[in-house]
């Protein structure tokens, strides 16, 4: 059976509003990579340049969006929530984190 | 010539015996009045497990039937020497009349003794001013005068509050607290010694996993409510409905409704 954290207690889940900031920094870093691959103008890169997009817009974007909006919740539960539900979103924020703040290009060369 | 004092002795004796038998077959009357309102809280507690390990029964629980058959069958037990008592009872009482010097009563009241003592013993701890601080004596088929109380006051109030059904975990909620507290109640009343104590330790533990359980359904309800004011305040938000899609699907396959086919045929 799923715990359930009480409502006395502090939250388990409690993110500070510094989490939230420091993965909005590491997506405003990947997406300015976007625009820095974007206006590379020189024709032997182009193609490199439009898999990198391509890959920071599939695999890296989504994750950072998902995690900040998991961060959110966290902060705004007024409620407990199910342990599951905490664990996962806290998952989530951390693959979030782990993503290198300003070094998609090094990311890229996986 | 006659001897009157050893007359007076035998009236005295006879005097007493009598008084004895009537205040011991007023306890018996009570105590059977008791085990008929306990057995009637049983079956509610009953009813009341059984919805709950109808939703449960995905889930590896701890058994509920041996617990309750335990239960039952020390009630059943208890109440089967209670029985005898009364017969053996009606039957010294008849003696007493007819062959007052047979040996039949005589076999009887060595039957009685220690019943005559415990009746007498639990008359003078009740009219004692902190009646809680003396032990009662452990008599089969009699419950200790603080159970008695407690089923005939706590207890019948109870078994009017587990009238009619509920179909809502909320509702359950608070059937099960009530079972807690009057099983809790009850066991408390008795000493560690007595027939009852284990089956209802027992039965208190397998109430306490299921009303872990329906709270467990409570909160999961509330979490999906709080989920979606949360969901409402962040829409919008690029990846929010990828995240509460999937924690939403997540929750509610926590969640389990409330049994309805038992109800039905409940009512």
């Known amino acids: 059976m799923d715990a359930l954290a009480s409502e006395n207690e502090p939250r388990p889940g409690h993110i500070t509003p510094e989490k939230v900031e420091r993965l909005e920094t590491i997506l405003d870093g990947h997406v300015r990579m976007i625009h820095y691959l974007q206006n590379i103008q020189d024709a032997q890169f182009v193609p490199y340049c439009n898999l990198f997009i391509e890959r920071i817009e599939k695999e890296i974007l989504p994750m950072l969006e998902e995690a900040i909006v998991a961060a959110k919740i966290l902060m705004a539960m007024d409620q407990p929530l199910p342990q599951i539900i905490i664990e996962n979103l806290h998952k989530r924020i951390q693959e979030g984190i782990d993503l290198p703040p300003y070094d998609g290009g090094g990311l890229l060369d996986l | 010539m006659t001897s009157p004092p050893t007359m007076e002795v035998a009236c005295l004796t006879f005097e007493a015996l009598n008084e004895a038998c009537e ?74 009349k007819v062959r007052p010097e047979g040996a039949l009563v005589d076999a009887l009241m060595l039957y009685f003794s220690r019943l005559f003592a415990a009746t007498k013993d639990t008359a003078w701890i009740e009219q004692q001013e902190e009646p809680e601080n003396y032990t009662e004596r452990l008599v089969e088929g009699l419950l200790p005068s603080q159970s008695t109380r407690f089923l005939s006051g706590e207890g019948q109030l109870m078994l009017g509050k587990f009238t009619g059904y509920t179909s809502s975990w909320l509702g359950m909620k608070a059937r099960l607290e009530g079972h807690q507290y009057w099983v809790s109640e009850l066991f408390s009343t008795l000493p560690s010694g007595h027939a009852l104590a284990q089956p209802l330790l027992l039965m208190l533990q397998a109430t306490e996993r299921r009303s872990r359980f329906v709270k467990d359904q409570i909160l999961y309800q509330r979490a999906l409510v709080e989920l979606e004011r949360i969901g409402c305040s962040l829409s919008g938000i690029r990846g929010a409905e990828r995240v509460f899609s999937l924690e939403k699907l997540r929750l509610e396959a926590l969640m389990i409704s409330f049994p309805e086919s038992i109800m039905e045929g409940c009512e």
């Open chain 2, 23 to 96: 205040l011991l077959n007023e306890t018996l009357g009570r105590v059977e009045h008791q085990f008929i309102h306990l057995n009637r809280l049983v079956e509610r507690l009953e009813t009341d497990l059984m919805i709950v390990d109808q939703a449960i029964e995905k889930h590896p629980e701890a058994v509920l039937s041996p617990t309750l058959e335990l239960l039952r069958g020390v009630i059943q037990q208890q109440t089967g020497v209670l029985l005898e008592h009364k017969a053996r009872l009606k039957q010294l009482m008849v003696e007493l």
